[in-house]
């Protein structure tokens, strides 16, 4: 039984008189789905606890963050004991050196990589060196991919953006995107166009491999490996956003799943343990562009964080252990197989890609499949919305837009798994 949730809706009130919006993050203020902010008071395994005590099962889970479920012992402890030896320096660590490495023995594309907080520095700085490397302007980035706030970036972007009416963010100027092409995600053609036309202005192509942001939206064969093939023919530098999908679809993330070596490369989320933490790397002869070495500057003073890289070290240190893509595969591809069943005849497309999922609602009995932005952007908001509250009354936490994607973790047991297929079933 879920209590009514006025502790929360007391904290809101009292938010929003400091804080824009009550929230750090527009998502969280759940307006899309028609109902206002859970404040959490705790969390371990596949729950968490909000501040009225009442307990759900998470499918957000910090927006793919805990694939080891949230409050891992080992990852907690880890943390705990960096804090007791000062939780920031300003100096180099040897943690940084043990987790780059960590990083770079999944992940054998990012020769060199520099650590920074969070995906949005990850990808701008990304953007700079190689724009800096190529001494070209032009980015490319595609329809519904989410790479941050930064400016450049806000450009038919999905994620919490995908709302906004405007193409980019009140606030940038025209000029700041003026180098920012933006293709059809998934559209091979349109992209080899363009290269044919442009390749040799282009600075990079930025790409999640697996668009996250619009919802969760698998690319074709052919679209992810023309990415590869165009940059290549063109001298542009390939990058692939791994911020959700680094150590997500696999230990070498999506790059590995597919067979596709990118130029440079960003993660985020899981690699920090769930403290903020992402880095950027990519081929050694880029990287050397970065200051001290070369001429293209990047710099912060909480970057490699002692408390982030135990958290990091110790998350990427279970990761490794042999099996677990492995059961976190076979357990998400049951539960979608079960999944398929129960929304078969309900104008709903499932997309799915290891253990990420999104539930496409639709109106009609139009063609249900959701390849690109703008097959997402036909979605039933408002059905997305009541099923999100539906869900929630029966004790479950999916993520709380039709635009992103839902996560298992390690934590979620079949058990877990069987609940919240048949509290499925009866909120849709």
């Known amino acids: 039984m879920i209590n009514e949730r006025v502790l929360s809706a007391k904290a809101f009130e009292q938010a929003q008189k400091v804080i824009p919006g009550g929230v750090n993050s527009p998502v969280r203020a759940l307006k899309s789905v028609g109902t206002t902010p859970l404040f959490v008071k705790e969390a371990k395994g596949a729950y968490f606890t909000d501040i009225d005590d009442n307990k759900f099962i998470d499918f957000c ?91 450049h970036l806000l450009v038919a972007a999905g994620s919490g953006v995908a709302n906004i009416s405007n193409a980019s963010s009140a606030g940038v100027p025209q000029d700041f995107v003026k180098h920012t092409v933006v293709l059809p995600y998934n559209d091979t053609a349109a992209l080899r166009k363009y290269f044919d036309e442009n390749g040799q202005k282009v600075a990079a192509l930025i790409v999640e491999p697996v668009a996250c942001n619009m919802g969760v939206v698998v690319p074709t064969e052919e679209f992810i490996k023309a990415t590869r093939e165009v940059t290549e023919q063109n001298g542009a530098i390939l990058i692939f956003d791994e911020v959700i999908t680094g150590f997500r679809l696999s230990r070498g993330g999506a790059q590995q799943r597919f067979g596709i070596k990118p130029d440079m490369t960003t993660v985020g989320k899981i690699a920090g343990g769930g403290f903020p933490a992402a880095a950027f790397g990519g081929r050694a002869d880029i990287m050397k562009c970065l200051a001290p070495d070369g001429p293209v500057y990047q710099a912060g003073t909480l970057s490699g964080n002692p408390v982030a890289m135990a958290a990091g070290i110790e998350t990427l240190t279970q990761l490794s252990q042999p099996g677990f893509y492995e059961d976190l595969e076979k357990k998400s591809n049951d539960f979608i197989e079960k999944l398929e069943k129960i929304i078969a005849g309900k104008n709903i497309t499932l997309n799915h ?76």
């Open 61 to 151: 889970m910090s927006w793919g963050v805990f694939i080891l479920g949230h409050n891992n012992e080992r990852v907690s402890q880890a943390a705990i004991e960096a804090v007791g030896r000062g939780s920031s320096y300003g100096i180099p660590t040897l943690a940084e050196t043990t987790l780059a490495e960590k990083v770079r023995e999944a992940i054998p594309s990012m020769e060199r990589l520099r650590f920074v907080n969070s995906g949005t520095e990850a990808t701008m700085s990304a953007i700079r060196v190689a724009r800096g490397f190529t001494g070209r302007d032009i980015l490319v980035k595609f329809e519904g991919n989410y790479h941050g706030h930064a400016d």
């Open 353 to 428: 890609c290891g253990s990420m999922f999104t539930l496409f609602f639709r109106s009609s009995e139009e063609d249900c499949s959701v390849k690109n932005f703008q097959d997402t952007k036909r979605s039933d908001q408002e059905r997305f919305a009541r099923y999100f509250r539906n869900m929630l009354s029966c004790g479950i936490y999916v993520s709380p837009s039709q635009f992103e994607g839902n996560f298992i973790s390690a934590c979620h047991t079949p058990e877990i798994l069987d609940y919240v297929l048949k509290s499925i079933a009866e909120s849709i």
